[in-house]
């Protein structure tokens, strides 16, 4: 009898177990839908074909698209993304491949956990001293070398995780073949944790679109279409801070839009990298 | 020290207690400290292996793992052309020996050798020896099959798009052959440029034979190469030991001794980082010299 009385008593531990966990991961999901839900709500009333093809006209009560800001946003990731991610994925094989053979890799290590955890507005600070004032004006490389300083240890850390997990002998058997360590890594260990590298990097791209604060020190913004980074570079998030802070209604829907579409363009991004990325993982 | 098949055997108490066997090890366990008994008998060499040419020449070879010592002091030859077993309970060094011949162990830290190890006379832990060079001499199969990432096709001919050919009939023609050799034609020539990932586990061990066996090399090591197999597959890959004997020098250790006395021609019987004889197979295990060995071989500890 106590017997079966403790089993009810596991079973039921069990079930409040699993309630639990679903009930929060509802209200998280639930969440995340109420975000998404109030701004695509609000966003979509607002997004027309001008909202892609026009620039700022500077009159508040028709204030025009925002063209500039979303070529801006693309030329910038962009930019910071083949800095960033090259630099990063080296950082992380040298972690995770080459520490042992060296003793830099546990300040490097450190030293990217910390990066990691800097607040964005010191590396806007950052940027406009080592770039900004030497330039003489605000620029676009500013802004896109910042925000590569940002990917750099996301990159670098998620990188070392994901080549941690693949299996020594995967290192072996090519090195038992005769391979060197470099034709190892780069045929190997990295393709054989290339599903979640680039997950990493999503993230990595992800979390500096959504940037504002080491971009307003740097690229500062602008109305105009440039694509010449020498000069203050248009971004949504920056374009969108404008607005969403000032005083005009109609510049406020617009800011709702942009937002919109910088959450868009992510997530089109990450399906297109993931799509082409596809390979077969480790085998489990 | 010939116990007849009838003889009553005492049991081995002179032996210390061993661990578990069957388990997963990732790395060679260095062994206890060996009871002073042990290290007076010198190991027992079966007089047959006199006459064969060997292949791989091991003098005196020591191992060490920082301060822990996984080899003591073994002295073996391993014939050309022939199969041979490294049999012994958990920890007793034999991956680790077998890991000696490609200088894998290389790559752990703080591992230091004495004696030398010579294929075809060659010394291989000399200081000019080049250890890439030394490694496409021989193939190596693991315990775990570990396909890499990439298309059937392309992980046969790995080892040939290392030494820079490129040639596509050249390749073609010689993966054809490896996957022949390992028995896995028939099954993989349908779908050679799908992932090798999605081979069954059985398959995938068998890839990593024909892998090993595509630039031909002089030595095949196997670790353990059916443990992580179900029973099918493990009969299949013995058959490609047998297949493959004569062609290829093989050295395979296994925890199976039926296994052991199945597929190879000499068996090498080692205990607590000690070789502790090494003959004929079937000397090995109906005729042994060594007390230890027939405890082990009757399946009375290990």
């Known amino acids: 009898m106590f017997r079966s009385f403790h089993n009810s008593l596991t079973r039921a531990q069990s079930k409040l177990m699993f309630g639990i966990c679903a009930l929060f991961t509802v209200i998280i999901l639930g969440l995340l839908g109420l975000v998404a839900g109030y ?65 830099l890799a546990g300040p490097v290590r450190f030293i990217a956990d910390v990066l990691a955890g800097v607040p964005s507005i010191v590396v806007g600070i950052l940027g406009y001293e080592l770039l900004v004032v030497p330039l003489g004006r605000y620029n676009g490389w500013a802004g896109a070398m910042a925000l590569a300083f940002i990917m750099v240890p996301i990159v670098a850390r998620t990188t070392e995780e994901m080549l941690r997990l693949v299996p020594n002998t995967y290192r072996e058997a090519s090195l038992a073949l005769g391979a060197t ?26 979390r500096v679109a959504g940037e504002t604060a080491p971009l307003l020190f740097t690229a500062l913004g602008s109305r105009l279409l440039t694509r010449n980074p020498n000069q203050p570079f248009p971004s949504l998030t920056v374009q969108v801070f404008t607005y969403a802070t000032g005083p005009y209604p109609e510049q406020k829907r617009l800011a709702w839009a942009g937002i919109l579409v910088l959450i868009s363009l992510i997530f089109v991004l990450n399906l297109a990298i993931r799509y082409m990325a596809r390979r077969p993982g480790i085998a489990s | 020290m010939l116990h007849p098949q009838s003889a009553v055997i005492e049991p081995p108490t002179a032996l210390p207690s061993l661990g578990p066997i069957g388990e997963p090890r990732r790395q060679p366990r260095p062994p206890q400290p060996t009871p002073q008994h ?130 596509r009939a050249v390749l073609m023609e010689i993966a054809e052959r490896s996957l022949r050799g390992a028995a896995l034609w028939d099954e993989a020539k349908d779908r050679l440029h799908s992932s090798a990932l999605s ?13 090993a066996i595509a630039a031909d090399p002089e030595v095949l090591l196997m670790d353990e190469p059916c443990s992580a197999l179900d029973p099918t597959a493990t009969a299949k890959v013995e058959e490609l030991i047998h297949s493959l004997r004569g062609r290829y020098t093989i050295v395979v250790v296994t925890h199976n001794m039926q296994q052991a006395a199945r597929v190879s021609e000499y068996t090498a019987f080692m205990y607590l980082g000690r070789l502790m004889e090494y003959g004929p197979t079937k000397a090995m295990f109906v005729n042994p010299r060594r007390r230890e060995t027939e405890a082990y071989v009757t399946g009375r500890f290990g």
């Not at chain 2, 591992?111 to 250890?131: M, N």
């Not at chain 2, 081979?199 to 892998?211: E, H």
Request: aromatic fraction near 8%; include cysteine; glycine fraction near 10%.
């Open chain 1, 39 to 103: 701004l695509v709500s609000i966003g979509v009333g607002s997004l027309s074909w001008s909202f892609f093809t026009e620039l700022p006209t500077g009159r508040p009560e028709s204030p025009g698209g925002m063209r500039h800001a979303i070529e801006g946003t693309v030329i910038l990731i962009a930019l910071a993304s083949f800095v960033g991610i090259p630099l990063g994925l080296l950082v992380g094989i040298y972690l995770a491949e080459y520490s042992k053979e060296w003793w």
């Open chain 1, 181 to 206: 360590k470099a034709r190892t890594i780069l045929r190997v260990v990295v393709p054989a944790a290339t599903g979640s590298i680039v997950t990493g990097v999503m993230l990595a791209v992800a």
């Open chain 2, 38 to 167: 042990q290290s007076d008998h010198p190991a027992e060499i079966h007089p047959e292996l006199a006459a064969q040419p060997a292949i791989l020449a091991i003098d005196r070879f020591s191992l060490f793992y920082g301060r822990q010592q996984a080899l003591y002091d073994i002295s073996m030859s391993i014939p050309a052309g022939k199969v041979t077993a490294l049999i012994g309970p958990s920890g007793c060094g034999k991956s680790t020996l077998l890991r000696s011949f490609n200088r894998l162990n290389d790559l752990i830290d703080h591992v230091r050798i004495e004696g030398s190890i010579s294929l075809d006379g060659q010394p291989i832990y000399a200081r000019h020896v080049d250890v890439i060079e030394l490694r496409k001499r021989m193939g190596m199969v693991f315990q775990k099959s570990n396909p890499f990432p990439m298309s059937i096709f392309e992980n046969v001919v790995y080892a040939l798009r290392l030494a820079g050919e490129n040639r």
């Open chain 2, 199 to 211: 081979l069954s586990g059985g398959q995938q061990q068998r890839l990593c034979i024909a892998r």
